[in-house]
């Protein structure tokens, strides 16, 4: 099947803010226990609009999979959101009791991850795994959900679904176990999907289907997408909005479009800089001098600042996420007045006529 | 052996390895009585000619067989059948010392930096151990050593005294590097080489072996499913798909005017990081996955997957022809360019 990779999703920089389905203000989170930090995540806000998808990005340690866990009420005991709320359809899930947040997740809310093997139970066939949940949320009985299952199978594009629902886990392969990943998490009319690297562990030719598959729920259930990744490939490929993290704090959010193109803050400028796509084959690719610094170990004011080719001395002061225009903000105190702009890299992304 | 022999190279001095229709099976499944046990042909029939100083690189998804080529070639696993000339060696021939030379000129560095170095032992250890065990110390510090290969990587000679774990995952990478080039190999095997690593260290790590290779003229053969690192470093590429070449030549042509339906929708499924252009691409999405190894379909392995297919794909399996120059393309549904003739 051939396809245009980009009408996947709509693409305009309309501001989510109002009317957001996920509205996340002032996250917080501390490593708890003997080795105490302050600010693994610190003052996280970004909003997740109806039928959006929102690219959370940045290396690792840099605190995205803890705040996508954080909003899943699923944070280890080390770990405890200390401020901040998390507002989805007037809930806010960083206070609500536990068993308010095991309504939520499952059902208006699913989740899924990197490794499917380790996410779905090796014990059950997996129809009865995307049934139960069914079960349990919208109380369906056994045969009933089970029928439904079968249905889910089959829109996550599962030939033979009533066949395969029959099938353990380990024999399916990787591919075909993320899907069924998603076929539990849209189980119960979910509106809100949050996917931790969900085709990190797959092969290119299999991301691509799976890519598809959630471009096609997207357009056909409404539903929004966080997804966290590091491969900015996706993100051009698959997002409207991006939020890039670094050590704990969100340093830009923007549109996808509008971060490609011109990146409000330099770490965003930075790693669009350090990929191989669209460089003369061989040249000297840009990098990023030094690493995410560890919890506990955070510079003064800007963290990025250190590894910054743009720093000066008032990096040194805190620096505040600053709105530059609706829906474009920084945690750049210089691109924020003005005093610095940032072109992505210019004129490379050619890739035809770099190799020509 | 299906393969045509490539146009051979000027001679056979610029010639490090010459690998010719390797075969490596391996049995799978339970011994049972009364039954031959099914095999899965992991290479078959593979030629490899890898020119001194250039990289090859070879790409393809998992169970492609990438990984067995490269371990055959780096003789950490036999083959069934197929000769390996390692600079004018056989390799399956060679005993004893002579073994011994060949595992210095061939080295490997693995996908996972965190299980390829002993968490128990400092980084020093790690790059001393090879040269004494090849006993080439020479009368040299043992710490001398290691900070003159931690310094040709790009690292501070002060990690020397470090375990793996107090490192980051591309300078234990780097390490893993250091430790391969001090045996001063002339092929490198890299494996995988960035897979583990963020963005930004993969950067690095690329450059690392472009400015190695341009000083030392090492040779490697780089394994990696990720179109853009085999782009960036290969100057030749093999596409594999069910232990099978389908589709080689120059990496500036294959990487961007493929003629084999694999690559083709191999390289447009990867997503390239700029959305204006990624969304007018057209991407071709492969319907099902990778046939099962054990039981590959009659005629082409790829006829399962194919938006060409035509019914003599499914009885006929295509040779691996040259096309256009120094190509080859193993596809019925082309013409002497290798260009696909439409339905």
């Given at each position: 099947m051939i396809d245009t990779a980009g009408a996947a999703s709509p693409r305009t920089d309309r501001d989510a803010g109002d009317s957001a389905l996920l509205d996340v203000r002032g996250l917080s989170i501390d490593l708890v226990g003997d080795e105490q930090q302050r600010g693994l995540v610190e003052d996280v806000s970004f909003q997740v609009g109806r039928r959006r998808s929102v690219a959370l990005i940045g290396e690792s340690g840099c605190g995205k999979s803890l705040t996508a866990f954080a909003l899943l009420g699923l944070l280890s005991r080390a770990t405890r959101v200390s401020g901040g709320s998390a507002l989805f359809e007037g809930v806010d899930l960083l206070t609500a009791a536990p068993q308010q947040l095991a309504r939520i997740r499952g059902g208006p809310i699913g989740a899924i991850f990197q490794d499917p093997m380790t996410s779905l139970d090796p014990t059950m066939k997996v129809g009865d795994q995307i049934a139960e949940s069914r079960r349990l949320h919208l109380g369906e009985s056994r045969k009933t959900a089970r029928k439904h299952a079968e249905r889910l199978l089959d829109q996550v594009g599962i030939a033979n679904a009533p066949e395969r629902a029959r099938s353990y886990p380990h024999e399916l392969s990787g591919g075909m176990q993320q899907r069924v990943m998603i076929a539990s998490a849209i189980a119960c009319d979910c509106k809100l999907l949050i996917a931790d690297e969900p085709t990190t562990a797959l092969d290119v030719t299999i991301q691509a289907q799976i890519l598809e598959l959630l471009a096609d729920l997207q357009r056909g259930l409404g539903l929004a997408v966080l997804l966290v990744t590091h491969d900015l490939g996706v993100v051009a490929d698959f997002c409207d909005d991006i939020v890039v993290m670094y050590a704990g704090h969100v340093v830009e959010r923007n549109s996808v479009d509008e971060a490609f193109a011109r990146p409000r803050h330099p770490y965003t400028k930075a790693l669009l800089g350090a990929v191989p796509e669209g460089r003369e084959a061989r040249a000297k690719l840009p990098t990023i001098p030094g690493r995410v610094p560890p919890a506990g170990s955070f510079p003064e004011g800007c963290r990025f600042q250190p590894r910054?080719?743009?720093?000066?001395?008032?990096?040194g002061e805190p620096q505040r996420e600053v709105e530059i225009e609706p829906g474009r903000h920084t945690r750049c105190g210089r691109v924020a007045h003005d005093l610095l702009q940032l072109e992505a890299?210019?004129?490379?992304?050619?890739e035809s006529s770099a190799r020509t | 052996m299906r393969a045509v022999l490539a146009p051979?190279?000027?001679?056979?001095?610029?010639?490090?390895v010459k690998a010719r229709g390797l075969h490596r099976s391996f049995p799978v499944g339970r011994r049972l009585p009364g039954r031959r046990r099914e095999r899965v042909h992991a290479v078959d029939g593979v030629d490899v000619t890898i020119p001194r100083g250039r990289t090859v690189g070879v790409i393809g998804e998992s169970g492609s067989g990438k990984t067995t080529l490269g371990r055959a070639i780096a003789r950490l696993t036999t083959v069934d059948s197929g000769a390996i000339e390692i600079a004018g060696r056989d390799v399956a021939k060679v005993r004893g010392r002579e073994l011994k030379q060949l595992r210095r000129s061939v080295q490997v560095v693995f996908q996972d930096p965190f299980s390829a170095l002993d968490p128990t032992k400092t980084i020093a250890h790690a790059l001393f151990e090879p040269i004494l065990v090849h006993g080439l110390r020479g009368g040299r510090r043992p710490a001398d050593i290691a900070a003159e290969l931690l310094t040709r990587v790009g690292?501070?000679?002060?990690?020397?005294?470090?375990?793996?774990?107090?490192?980051s995952g591309g300078q234990r990478q780097r390490v893993c590097i250091a430790r391969a080039l001090a045996l001063g190999p002339e092929i490198l095997i890299a494996?995988?080489?960035?897979?583990?690593?963020d963005l930004s260290t993969r950067s690095e790590i690329l450059n690392l072996l472009v400015s190695l290779q341009e000083e030392t003229g090492l040779s490697i053969l780089l394994i990696s499913h990720d179109v853009a690192t085999i782009r960036h470093l290969s100057h030749e590429v093999l596409v594999m798909y069910m232990g099978r070449v389908v589709e080689s030549g120059p990496a500036a042509e294959v990487m961007t005017d493929p003629r084999h339906p694999y690559t083709e929708a191999l390289l447009s499924a990867a997503p390239i990081p700029d959305p204006q252009r990624q969304r007018l691409r057209q991407r071709i999405v492969l319907h099902g996955e990778m046939p099962s190894p054990v039981h590959p379909p009659q005629g082409c392995n790829f006829s399962t997957r194919?938006?060409?297919?035509?019914?003599a794909c499914r009885t006929m399996d295509p040779p691996l022809v040259s096309v256009a120059g120094a190509r080859q393309v193993a596809c019925i549904r082309r013409d002497g360019e290798g260009r696909h003739v439409d339905r």
């Open positions: 910054c080719e743009f720093a000066v001395a008032a990096c890299r210019g004129g490379t992304h050619d | 051979e190279p000027v001679t056979d001095d610029d010639v490090v690292l501070h000679p002060s990690l020397a005294p470090r375990y793996p774990a107090e490192l494996d995988e080489p960035t897979s583990a690593l194919c938006p060409l297919v035509v019914d």
